[in-house]
DNA sequence: TAACTTAGTGTCGCATTCACACTATGTCAA
DNA sequence: TTGACATAGTGTGAATGCGACACTAAGTTA
């Protein structure tokens, strides 16, 4: 690049997007990972990305990786940490720049298993990965869990309508503990992010759920 | 970059590191800032900055910038986000991976005004700065506030030896706001973080203050 | 209609946090 | 030498928040 007179070049890098994808499902968290054909780490699993195009931002780039390899619009995502040991990539210098993403996980199951290659794992049984995408994987899971303690993310993984024991369960799936279930609803309650609906449901031989539905979505509020 | 057969081309783009170096004055918080004299943005305060070499990570850029542009070592540094609009560099395509630093006060005052160029800002005065420096400050800014409730990052602002009251009022200038004295040193001491030497610090016509030290510097803990 | 399963609800004790004011010890000037 | 001054240093009590804890409600099914 040219960078004026007098001045050194810059060496020039390509950048990646690897996008952390997290979803709950009956086996507890779980990411959405890609089988990768190609060299390197052909047959390894490894988080879906893509490089950044010119005049894309990050964060742009992030939305594209999910609509154009995952085929979802409208999650959940921020930025994570930028990834750059000059290493990490066979091929030559690239350096990535991590998001996580959350997915709702009704619209999960569409996903695996399909032509694109790609299936969730559970996070804490992962095959090998390529490239340094275990690292990736586990920075996005402290973040995880670091903020359902201070904001409200995990909204973002519920479906439009969920009940309170669902939402529980979300909580303690992530965070691998079981909590106290009236204390749960009067701490959810309280936030005052989610309001009840006039809809119940119905799961079983036994009393139906209220349903709730979050006030503000894609608002992720920032508590205590 | 060659990608293999059959890949697109990744497009090209050069990495910057900036550096958002935070310390306590007596007007309050304040950030390094290094006055450009090449274009673009001749005249204008940015901040310290450098391109990545290759083979170097991110985080060894960030100290290499810290030692050759501003000639400290061992400073307290931490990635901040990443940076990479596309016309945020009028030169062309450049990503700023942004990290924050903080400097103890006593190590502050030998940098100003000398031949570095550089001088520390009041972050509540800040003249119009170049390039998204001002963005890259601000979120530095708030991250230096979380951080000050759930983590012992202050204490990466402090000389070796310090008393309690100066601490105190570190934690007020960042917050904007007072303290209860009390209360703030049953805390502080309860973090188990620092410990009492058996020296004091006079410092005008009134009792001397009993001087602590940090018990592990360098250690940032994560509290509550 | 009785057994079963999950939904839904309130209280009390403990710990944490916050508000609050006076004594201690040095310097300096009269 | 002593009195005025300035900052250092210290404890208690009230209020609030948090965690532990068990039973009733309402539906399904045999």
Redesign the interface.
């Known amino acids: ?4 007179p ?3 070049p ?7 997007v690897d996008m952390v994808i997290f979803t709950v499902t009956e086996r507890g968290l779980a990411v959405l990972l890609r089988r990768r054909h ?2 390197p780490f052909a047959g390894y699993w490894t988080l879906p990305g893509g ?8 964060e742009a780039g992030a939305e594209r990786v999910l609509a154009d390899k995952i085929g979802v619009h409208g999650l959940y995502a921020e ?1 994570l ?2 990834f ?3 290493d990490r990539d066979p ?5 990535s ?1 991590g998001f996580f993403a959350l997915m709702p996980w009704n619209r999960a199951a569409p996903l695996a298993g399909e032509a694109h290659g790609t299936a969730w794992h559970s996070v804490d049984t992962l095959a090998p990965l390529g490239f340094d995408h275990a690292t990736i994987i586990g920075m996005a899971r402290q973040r995880l869990v670091a903020k359902l303690a201070y904001s409200t993310i995990a909204l973002q993984l519920m479906p439009q309508r969920f009940t309170l024991s669902q939402l529980q369960s979300v909580y303690e799936s992530i965070m691998g503990e079981a909590l106290d279930k009236r204390n749960f609803r009067k701490w959810v309650c309280s936030l005052g992010c989610i309001e009840a609906t006039d809809e119940t449901y119905r799961a079983g031989s036994h009393r139906p759920a209220r349903l709730y539905r979050v006030k503000h979505p894609g608002e992720v509020r920032i508590i205590k």
């Open positions: 690049m040219h960078l004026g007098g001045a050194e810059a060496p020039l890098v390509a950048i990646a190609e060299a490089f950044l195009s010119d005049h894309e931002s990050p930025q940490y930028t750059g040991r000059p091929r030559g210098r690239v350096v720049i």
